[in-house]
């Protein structure tokens, strides 16, 4: 059974940073596509990166130079890095998988991980 | 970058048929995934490529796609479906991939 789980959301002042985890089961991270998708408080869903099974690595525009999306092999788990924070990076975060040829969504997700920019 | 609009509402009473739009330019051209998403929970794949269903989801929920919009259809709608629903697609044209979401319909059961 597929499974992810992440991890690591709180709260953090302005400027901080904060890493999120996202522990897999059921299949290979490695092997996949993953993503990370979040939802600011009583808004919609956003798009925030990607990794690539070969390993690229792609953001919006809205985290560019701020996040980073990283795996770790052996312990099938995705993570994201997330530096400079602001208040409107405020949302939950979920982490899911990447499906699809070509034409990519996203069939598996976690529960989320709630994380709060503010002093 | 490409936009999909979707309306933020939808009511429909019980055993009736809901249908929840998502308007973008020429997505007929384009793959429209679909995914419903409860209070206080993470987003559920409904519809994949314009109209296949997921193990697991009801025949009631269909898909098509066609020209300018996308629709997904709710038959003998339930109280149990009262949800968000979100259209998304896969876009390549900018510099990098992007995942493209409508804004959201809440569907109202009556």
């Known amino acids: 059974e597929v499974q992810l789980v992440e991890s690591g959301g709180g709260l953090v002042q302005p400027g901080g940073s904060l890493r999120l985890s996202c522990a897999a089961s059921?299949?290979?991270?490695?092997?996949?596509?993953m993503s990370w998708v979040r939802q600011a408080p009583g808004k919609g869903l956003e798009w925030v990166s990607v990794?690539?099974?070969?390993?690229?690595?792609y953001y919006a525009d809205s985290v560019k130079g701020r996040f980073t999306i990283s795996r770790h092999n052996s312990k099938n788990t995705l993570y994201l890095q997330m530096n400079s924070l602001r208040a409107e990076d405020t949302a939950v975060y979920y982490c899911?998988?990447?499906?699809?040829?070509?034409?990519?969504?996203?069939?598996?997700w976690g529960q989320g991980t709630l994380v709060t920019v503010s002093s | 970058s490409y936009v999909l609009t979707q309306p933020p509402s939808v009511s429909v009473a019980p055993g009736k048929t809901a249908r929840i739009t998502c308007g973008g330019n020429n997505i007929g051209s384009k793959s429209v995934h679909w995914y419903q998403q409860k209070p206080g929970q993470a987003p559920v794949l409904v519809i994949y490529?314009?109209?296949d269903r997921p193990s697991g989801i009801p025949e009631r929920f269909s898909g098509s796609n066609s020209g300018n919009t996308a629709t997904l259809t709710i038959s003998r709608v339930e109280a149990g479906d009262e949800a968000d629903y979100y259209c998304q697609v896969w876009d390549s044209s900018s510099d990098h991939p992007n995942w493209v979401f409508g804004g959201g319909t809440k569907l109202t059961v009556l």
């Open positions: 990794i690539y099974s070969g390993g690229s690595t």
């Open positions: 899911a998988r990447v499906e699809g040829s070509g034409l990519y969504y996203f069939d598996y």
């Open positions: 490529y314009d109209s």
């Open positions: 059921g299949f290979t991270v490695s092997s996949n596509y």
